[in-house]
C-alpha cells in the first residue's frame, strides 16, 4: 500500500513549496506527494494555469482530478489563499468578504468539501496567503534579505502585534505579500523562489507554531501517513 496526496495549488509559489518543501517533508511520514497541479483559470485544458480567479474552471478540473483516478489510497487536498477569494466558492455568498474569522473559513472549506462528495478530499484554504508563512520567521528573512534589513526590521515592528502570522490582514497594502513587497526590494519579481529560499531557510518547524491553521492541515496529513 502506498499512500499518495495531489495537492491542488493556486500558483506558482505555492507549487514550488509543495515540491521542494513539503514532499520530502511528508515522504518521510509515509506519503508520496505527487506533482502539484495549478488552479485552472478556464475549462480549456489548454488554457492558462494559477490563481483562484475562476472558481467553476476549479470544480470542473477537480472533478476531472477526482474521475481519473480512483486509487482508494489516494487523496486530494487544496493549498488555495483567502484573500480575493472569488464569492462563487460554495458557500461565501453567505459569509461577509473578505473572509477574515477562523471560524467562517472552517465553514466554507466545508462547504467546498459538500459540493464535491469526495470522500477523499479535504479542502484547505490558506489565511490569508501563504506568504503568512514567510512572516513566522523574520530571522529567515534578514538572513535571505540581509541587503533589506531595515525594511524588514520596520515589517518586524510593524507586525508585532499580531498573535500569529496567519493573523496578518487582508487589506490592500497590509496582506503578508504586500507587506513583503513594501520591505523588501524585488521581491515580486521572483516571488516563488523568494517564498521557497525563506521558508527553506527558516524549516517547517519554526514556521508551524505562528501559524495554526497550516500547522493542523500539516498534522492532519502526517497522522495519516502514519496509520496503518
Known amino acids: ?83 480575493r477569494i472569488p464569492n462563487t466558492v460554495p458557500g461565501a455568498a453567505s459569509l461577509s468578504l473578505p473572509l477574515t474569522a477562523v471560524a467562517d473559513i472552517d465553514v466554507l472549506e466545508k462547504s467546498i468539501e459538500a459540493a464535491f462528495n469526495e470522500p477523499r478530499f479535504k479542502a484547505y484554504l490558506q489565511r490569508h496567503e501563504l506568504e503568512a508563512l514567510l512572516l513566522a520567521d523574520i530571522a529567515a528573512l534578514e538572513s535571505v534579505f540581509h541587503r533589506d534589513k531595515p525594511g524588514i526590521q520596520q515589517l518586524a515592528k510593524d507586525i508585532a502585534a499580531f498573535a500569529n502570522a496567519e493573523e496578518i490582514n487582508h487589506g490592500q497594502t497590509t496582506h503578508p505579500a504586500a507587506r ?33 491553521r497550516f500547522d493542523a492541515w500539516m498534522t492532519r496529513w502526517e497522522n495519516w501517513g502514519t496509520q496503518p
Open 1 to 83: 500500500m502506498r499512500k499518495r496526496l495531489l495537492i491542488y495549488c493556486e500558483g506558482q509559489t505555492e507549487e514550488m513549496f509543495v515540491e521542494r518543501l513539503l514532499r520530502p517533508h511528508l515522504q518521510m511520514h509515509g506519503i508520496k506527494v505527487e506533482r502539484p497541479i495549478l488552479a485552472a483559470t478556464s475549462q480549456d485544458p489548454r488554457g492558462q494555469r494559477g490563481g483562484f480567479v475562476n472558481w467553476n474552471a476549479i470544480e470542473f478540473d477537480l472533478r476531472q482530478q477526482f474521475a481519473s483516478d480512483h486509487d482508494p489510497h489516494l487523496r486530494f487536498t487544496t493549498l488555495l489563499d483567502v484573500f
Open 180 to 212: 513583503l513587497a513594501s520591505a523588501i526590494v524585488g521581491y515580486e519579481n521572483l516571488k516563488a523562489s523568494n517564498a521557497y529560499f525563506v521558508l527553506a531557510e527558516a524549516g517547517l518547524g519554526a514556521v508551524r507554531p505562528r501559524c495554526p
